[in-house]
């Protein structure tokens, strides 16, 4: 294995002296990759790579004459750096196809190859449109190469296995996509790139598509000269999924009330729906009622929206307007926008009436980006520390600034609604699942491991265009958003907290979407679609196109949660594994057994035990 802090070909090199100009055309291209991985394409130029290098522009021109030269040269030098280090682990790996499989993995993350400075040179090629071309001439060839490899591979073990209905080409390329995008993270300089944990990851998928071959089982069965790195595998014990029962129990339904959703924020609505003092919009949820209302000095406040009379709603529908006061459409009862008890029908009646005592109850009240959220009960942690790491990014879009675009929808479906959340937490389906966000972003779209109360997603609209006439128009209609910096200007962005709370951030529009439950089998998604002013005619055609590809993914999305709330319910379904890709849904289900501490139980327990039982576990009995 090559030293980590050196490429391999490069160790070669220095084993043997080297020619002077062979040194020299090393060292400026050295240089060259330094200054991409700073630089980028567009920023490096012979000045700046002379510099690095400590030699003068005249040499590097002397050397390569252009800087087109120079930068070709570089990816070609990167290019057979990879090639022949690849080829060296693959012959030593001979012709079985497990060895081989795993052999890809290890020269992939070989971190002597995979180090943030070549990663930054193979992104900046393939991003930047002007110098695809180059990229496609120059590695082109090798790619195709790999991943017919890899598909052939996948085809060797699955013919071994006789009544095995899989499709080993599409999922020798989903592998293939895997492998060769997992590097890019380690240009996520906010963190450090852990080399072990995304073979694992690589590995975990092998063991979920061939799992005689790759379980932990089958590697401690393996010659102990099998790869060193594979063993590890054994050590990584999979994730199982939550148990079929808590989808179903009526009872932790009801734990799921109390303890989820009333004491966590639920989103009502945006400030632009209540620009004037008077202005209301309304929330009803897991039974409770909320109304958010724009008092007379301009502030908002939230209250319960229950007259303290005889319950009846104070205001109705969706969103309103109170004149001077909010009067319960029951009985009469008024109410000032702060909430007071103002007055009283045949007030004598009542004997010994403290109004004072008889205001609305408040309600927690939080604004995020302009994004209004109530909570019923608790104390944890506010909406702005859950999203804090996001904050710069969001900012960007003048989310506050923005007004409702389209109507708000609402979807009542007959599955229960920790599926909407556990399908919102994972990319791994979207390369099968979703062949529009495939065609629009190509490999790009990712999850990212965030802190353990929210999380991110990202997808760049790739050029090629795609084969579908919204999304391909879509691409070709977006005009350019100057208020947003260039790297989000053709990102689609994903961000989300438990339970049940998304937001997709366009650089045309923006959606808040939210899952309540109605019950242990039907939940309610609640969408808002947000807009800045502009009346563009490519920009009202891009929201156009953005909502109708948007609403083909969520049915798409609603479609695999009636599957899986289905195939649940049957005697089939002992219960499921999780890949290493799947860390949303890992999470999201330890943050239910962390709260719901039942949850860790894999049998059902006795009818009306439930309660009494997650109690006792949760004081550690």
């Not at 980028?40 to 021109?61: C, F, M, P, Q, R």
């Not at 490899?149 to 999922?171: K, N, S, T």
């Not at 029951?330 to 008889?358: C, I, Q």
């Amino acid at each position: 294995m090559a030293s980590a802090d050196r490429p391999h070909s490069l160790q070669a090199a220095s084993e043997a002296p080297e020619p002077r100009d062979a040194r020299r055309r090393r060292e400026l291209i050295e240089a060259t990759i330094a200054s991409i991985a700073r630089n980028g394409l567009s920023g490096t130029t012979i000045a700046k790579v002379a510099e690095i290098a400590n030699l003068s522009a005249g040499i590097v021109s002397f050397y390569f004459r252009t800087k087109e030269a120079l930068l070709l040269e570089t990816l070609e030098h990167l290019d057979r750096e990879f090639e022949d280090r690849r080829r060296e682990v693959l012959d030593r790996a001979g012709d079985d196809p497990i060895r081989r499989l795993e052999a890809f993995i290890d020269v992939n993350l070989d971190p002597a190859l995979c180090d943030a400075t070549r990663v930054a040179v193979w992104v900046a090629f393939w991003g930047e449109s002007q110098a695809r071309e180059s990229y496609q001439r120059v590695c082109g060839a090798r790619d195709v190469s790999e991943e017919e490899q890899l598909v052939a591979l996948f085809e060797q073990i699955a013919a071994r296995r006789d009544g095995d209905h899989i499709d080993p080409r599409a999922l020798g390329l989903a592998f293939y996509h895997l492998v060769s995008s997992l590097p890019e993270a380690v240009l996520d300089h906010g963190r450090a790139f852990d080399y072990e944990q995304a073979k694992q990851i690589c590995r975990n998928f092998l063991a979920s598509v061939f799992p005689a071959e790759f379980s932990s089982d089958a590697i401690a069965r393996r010659d102990p000269t099998d790869s060193v790195d594979a063993t590890k595998a054994a050590a990584a014990p999979l994730h199982e999924t939550l148990p079929a029962w808590v989808y179903r129990s009526p009872e932790f339904y009801e734990l799921e009330r109390e303890h989820i959703f009333k004491r966590n924020w639920l989103m009502v609505g945006h400030v632009s729906e209540v620009p004037n003092p008077g202005d209301y919009i309304t929330l009803d949820a897991v039974g409770e009622r909320a109304l958010v209302i724009r008092d007379g000095d301009g502030a908002l406040r939230a209250f319960h929206n229950v007259c303290r009379h005889r319950a009846s709603r104070v205001v109705t529908g969706a969103s309103g307007h109170c004149g001077g006061s909010m009067v319960c459409p029951y009985h009469a009862w008024s109410y000032g926008f702060d909430g007071k008890l103002r007055a009283v029908p045949s007030e004598n009646t009542f004997s010994d009436l403290d109004k004072d005592r008889m205001g609305l109850l408040e309600a927690e009240l939080e604004q995020w980006m302009g994004i209004l959220f109530v909570r019923f009960a608790g104390d944890g942690p506010s909406v702005e520390s859950m999203m804090e790491e996001f904050e710069g990014e969001a900012r960007h879009y003048r989310i506050e600034e923005m007004k409702p675009w389209g109507r708000r929808t609402e979807l009542t479906e007959d599955f229960n609604w920790k599926f909407f959340c556990e399908n919102d937490a994972e990319g791994y389906h979207v390369p099968k699942g979703h062949p529009g966000l495939r065609r629009m972003f190509g490999a790009s779209y990712a999850d990212e491991q965030s802190n353990s109360q929210s999380a991110r997603s990202f997808g760049k609209l790739q050029d090629k265009a795609s084969t579908h006439w919204a999304e391909r128009s879509y691409q070709r209609l977006l005009p350019e958003v100057a208020h947003l910096p260039e790297e989000l200007r053709r990102a689609w962005i994903y961000y989300g907290f438990n339970p049940g709370f998304g937001i997709q951030l366009t650089p045309d529009l923006v959606d808040c979407y939210q899952v309540l439950p109605l019950g242990p089998d039907r939940c309610r998604i609640v969408d808002i679609s947000l807009a800045l002013d502009d009346d563009r005619r490519e920009m009202r055609a891009a929201r156009y196109l953005n909502q109708r590809i948007t609403r083909q993914i969520t049915q798409e999305d609603v479609d695999f949660c009636y599957w899986t709330d289905g195939g649940l319910r049957t005697s089939g379904y002992p219960g499921g594994v999780l890949s290493e890709l799947e860390f949303g849904v890992r999470d999201f289900q330890n943050w239910i057994r962390e709260t719901l501490p039942v949850a860790k139980r894999a049998e059902e327990p006795a009818t009306g035990a439930v309660s009494a039982l997650n109690d006792g576990m949760r004081d550690g009995h």
